[in-house]
């Protein structure tokens, strides 16, 4: 490693730079788009769009830290793959194919592995994308823990299909597909060994056919994002800034579970923060809020949909929620270094 | 992490699991295929080819764990985007677009992740690709060191290219388009602070025009492979297991600077198992070897393109080479854990 070493004064990568938060936006700003910068990078969304042979191709790539690997509801192989599937389905590319790869500690069980693997191709068929190419790199024991999987999906986006946040617009619904934050509480709770939180279970799921669903109702959807790291606190902050709107939610719409809605209270951590891994919000024109809903509602993973608020024309990049007790507050970008190694 | 720990009798994942060699081929049929097993990934070759929307596109995927990441002509940036650049050009994709993951440690100075991710970005223009999507995770203090950079890539293949290692046939020729083993020496010599070797740089390059050049002039090449991790023995061997195949080769027409050699003949190691990551072999037909050799030749990367051996139909997954002292000895698979984290 090169650079200067030990001293106070250097500036160095934090927890909160992986976060999904603040520090991440100022991290992709600041050192990735300033390197990177091109116009399908520049949209921020959860992956790029590249033309390929004349055929739009959507790519999303995403690195998984968890820990522990194994968690109720999941573990590293599927969370990685369904991660991936998911931020290609919010590009609207619900069809296609994945790259594995591994980075091991010497030492990792061999049998952990392949039951990582495994479920990383039950994943996969679930979803119906094909592993196509992989790899594997070990690291010498003490320079690395565990398992980090880096997944990345490739798929081809239908005639008309444009989901960018750049493309809400005032008047847009905001919708979610279900309940939040039960992937972080799960994985929290396994983490820390808590006892009050042992019937959640991680939402982690794929998303492909409750896009296509959507899709399939409604022609003009503008954006669709799921709210991981950061949580839907931060897809809205996102969202606004790039589209240079207002979102307004109404907090009391936000489905929380019981056992999530405890377990923040007691850990004092925010629902809107918190990562899920298998739920979406879509931003669209009012007049088709109601056939969105309806189609995930017909979908055994939106069940649990609703409408959560609106986009206006305020102040660009403000979100702001009602809270319960009849005030209003403004929804941050969380900061991020609550919740490392969380997906 | 589940599964049982501390007994001796589990088994675990090992270095050599990731050094390109034997055990990682190992690992690669016995957990990777067993879990993924499709067409397109039992091809075995440096990427895997899907049709997306009518197009063939290969897709690639490294991870890179590189130490140090600063090294004699290169870093793990540059390596980063010329490793998966160099793959889909393996597969006959010389156009295209990257995906950039980044794992850091807590801790990690923000001057060097700026650093590769600059010189990441040099890589990619000058390789002609454009990074559309990327993700960074940060992993607690103690728990990585220093920094992993996962590319992929993706391209189309034009009509008629047909790169595989199962294609290759009894009758073939092998051109190698310059030396080999300087990218191993340079990581190793930095690594270790090594004197006698302190004029030797990585080699690593991007070879998307070479392959251009290669395929213009040759309508029939049967496959292409960069030896990186275990180095032209591992791409013999596994070529000629996948096509059913021996592979005759010539050690002393293996292009070697003084400097590896001597290096090689200090340290103990085997020239022919040296990862390069700006060379490649090609494996095509005798008949079109001399037009393929003037086109490596005419390339920039290419100036020291030479045939070293043939392909026969002898004993299938065989390799051997003819020795400076008249003799011929069979060129093994690389054991593989010589050289962690040299890419």
Same mark, same amino acid.
């Given at each position: 490693?090169?650079?200067?070493?030990?001293?106070?004064?250097?500036?160095?990568?934090?927890?909160? #730079? &992986?976060?999904? =938060?603040?520090?991440?936006?100022?991290?992709?700003?600041?050192?990735?788009?300033?390197?990177?910068?091109?116009?399908?990078?520049?949209?921020?969304?959860?992956?790029?769009?590249?033309?390929?042979?004349?055929?739009?191709?959507?790519?999303?790539?995403?690195?998984?830290?968890?820990?522990?690997?194994?968690?109720?509801?999941?573990?590293?192989? !599927?969370?990685?793959?369904?991660?991936?599937?998911?931020?290609?389905?919010?590009?609207?590319?619900?069809?296609?194919?994945?790259?594995?790869?591994?980075?091991?500690?010497?030492?990792?069980?061999?049998?952990?592995?392949?039951?990582?693997?495994?479920?990383?191709?039950?994943?996969?068929?679930?979803?119906?994308?094909?592993?196509?190419? &992989?790899?594997?790199?070990?690291?010498?024991? =003490?320079?690395?823990?565990?398992?980090?999987?880096?997944?990345?999906?490739?798929?081809?986006?239908?005639?008309?299909?444009?989901?960018?946040?750049?493309?809400?617009?005032?008047?847009?619904?905001?919708?979610?597909?279900?309940?939040?934050?039960?992937?972080?509480?799960?994985?929290?709770?396994?983490?820390?060994?808590?006892?009050?939180?042992?019937?959640?279970?991680?939402?982690?799921?794929?998303?492909?056919?409750?896009?296509?669903?959507?899709?399939?109702?409604?022609?003009?959807? #503008?954006?669709?994002?799921?709210?991981?790291? =950061?949580?839907?606190?931060?897809?809205?902050?996102?969202?606004?800034?790039?589209?240079?709107?207002?979102?307004?939610?109404?907090?009391?719409?936000?489905?929380? !579970?019981?056992?999530?809605?405890?377990?923040?209270?007691?850990?004092?951590?925010?629902?809107?923060?918190?990562? !899920?891994?298998?739920?979406?919000?879509?931003?669209?024109?009012?007049?088709?809020?109601?056939?969105?809903?309806?189609?995930?509602?017909?979908?055994?993973?939106?069940?649990?949909?609703?409408?959560?608020?609106?986009?206006?024309?305020?102040?660009?990049?403000?979100?702001?929620?009602?809270?319960?007790?009849?005030?209003?507050?403004?929804?941050?970008?969380?900061?991020?270094?609550?919740?490392?190694?969380?997906?």
């Amino acid at each position: 490693m090169g650079g200067e070493r030990g001293e106070a004064s250097v500036e160095r990568v934090l927890l909160a #730079h &992986g976060g999904g =938060g603040r520090k991440s936006a100022q991290l992709i700003s600041g050192v990735m788009l300033a390197a990177f910068d091109n116009p399908a990078l520049s949209e921020l969304a959860d992956g790029g769009v590249v033309e390929l042979g004349g055929v739009r191709i959507a790519v999303s790539t995403d690195s998984h830290i968890v820990s522990p690997i194994f968690f109720p509801g999941g573990d590293i192989g !599927s969370l990685a793959v369904w991660g991936t599937v998911n931020d290609l389905a919010m590009c609207g590319a619900t069809t296609g194919a994945l790259a594995f790869a591994v980075i091991a500690a010497e030492g990792f069980p061999m049998d952990d592995l392949r039951r990582v693997v495994r479920s990383a191709g039950a994943a996969a068929e679930r979803a119906g994308f094909a592993v196509i190419t &992989g790899d594997t790199k070990v690291v010498p024991a =003490g320079e690395a823990d565990g398992l980090f999987v880096t997944t990345t999906g490739v798929g081809p986006l239908a005639e008309g299909v444009d989901l960018r946040p750049a493309r809400v617009r005032p008047g847009d619904a905001v919708l979610l597909s279900g309940p939040v934050g039960e992937h972080g509480v799960a994985v929290l709770s396994e983490r820390e060994g808590l006892s009050f939180t042992a019937d959640v279970s991680s939402d982690s799921a794929p998303l492909s056919r409750l896009v296509e669903d959507v899709l399939a109702a409604c022609s003009d959807v #503008h954006a669709m994002r799921d709210p991981t790291r =950061g949580g839907v606190a931060a897809v809205l902050n996102e969202i606004a800034a790039r589209a240079g709107v207002s979102v307004e939610i109404d907090e009391a719409a936000v489905p929380i !579970s019981d056992a999530v809605s405890g377990a923040c209270e007691l850990l004092g951590l925010d629902p809107l923060a918190l990562p !899920s891994e298998g739920r979406c919000l879509v931003f669209l024109p009012e007049a088709d809020a109601g056939a969105a809903l309806a189609a995930m509602r017909g979908n055994e993973l939106g069940g649990g949909a609703v409408r959560i608020g609106s986009v206006t024309a305020g102040a660009a990049g403000m979100v702001s929620a009602a809270t319960p007790v009849g005030g209003r507050r403004i929804v941050d970008m969380p900061p991020g270094e609550l919740l490392p190694r969380i997906c």
